[in-house]
Nanobody, 121 residues
Framework: QVQLVESGGDSVPTGGSLRLSCVASGYIITNICMKWFRQGPGKGREAVATMRLGGTKIYADSVRGGFTIYKDNAKNTLYLQMNNLKPEDTGMYFC???????????????WGQGTQVTVST
């Protein structure tokens, strides 16, 4: 059974940093496309960062320059380093992954339960 478990969310002041983790179990994520999403209060779900095959990284305009997505294959874990956080970054953050390798995030079959990030003014 595949599971994705996020952690690392917290309450921080504006300008703070957090690192979110998404630990995968039940399969190996080495060649799996994975994404981080967020959903702020009263907002729709937004894709913030994508880790594609070959290490290609794609960021939403709203986070480019402040967030970094990376993967540690030895730990079977996806990360999101978030620097210079702003109140508009507040929300529940989710990781998601393809089931099949080399699929490039076309169908995200697996989702975590989310971790809450709150950025205060």
């Amino acid at each position: 059974q595949v599971q994705l478990v996020e952690s690392g969310g917290d309450s921080v002041p504006t300008g703070g940093s957090l690192r979110l983790s998404c630990v995968a179990s039940g399969y190996i994520i080495t060649n799996i496309c994975m994404k981080w999403f967020r959903q702020g209060p009263g907002k729709g779900r937004e894709a913030v960062a994508t880790m594609r095959l070959g290490g290609t990284k794609i960021y939403a305009d709203s986070v480019r320059g402040g967030f970094t997505i990376y993967k540690d294959n030895a730990k079977n874990t996806l990360y999101l380093q978030m620097n210079n956080l702003k109140p508009e970054d507040t929300g529940m953050y989710f990781c998601a992954a393809d089931k099949e390798p080399y699929a490039n995030c076309v169908d995200l079959d697996f989702w975590g339960q989310g971790t809450q990030v709150t950025v205060s003014t």
